[in-house]
Nanobody, 127 residues
């Protein structure tokens, strides 16, 4: 079983950058596809980005393409979400998630396929 601990986030002004980190323990992260999701109060959680176990494949929701970058360092058992040019619409609680995929290099954006979740971290972007 893997435990995910998030760090980063906070309050920034529009146009600023933030980096979220998601550190795993209890298992080898290289067997997991990873995703970042976000949720605004009163709305459904939505995917932001996903990355395959090797890091060779990534996928982004349209609204963050060109601004956000998902990456991973399997040697450090950590996944990152670099967020640039932030806007107030990016304000949300962000979650990382892990989906066990031994022997494959697929990724998924389907929330129900993720097995483990981080604790969530607040990102607030002021205008």
């Amino acid at each position: 079983q893997v435990q995910l601990v998030q760090s980063g986030g906070g309050l920034v002004q529009a146009g600023a950058s933030l980096r979220l980190s998601c550190a795993a323990s209890g298992d080898t992260l290289s067997m997991y596809a990873m995703g970042w999701y976000r949720q605004v109060p009163g709305k459904l959680r939505e995917y932001v980005a996903a990355i395959s176990p090797s890091g060779g494949n990534t996928y982004y929701r349209d609204s963050v393409k060109g601004r956000f970058t998902i990456s991973r360092d399997n040697a450090k058992n950590t996944v990152y979400l670099q967020m640039n040019s932030l806007t107030p619409e990016d304000t949300a609680v962000y979650y990382c998630a892990a989906d066990l995929m031994p022997g494959s290099d697929y990724l998924t954006i389907l929330e129900y396929e993720y097995d483990y979740w981080g604790q969530g971290t607040q990102v607030t972007v002021s205008s």
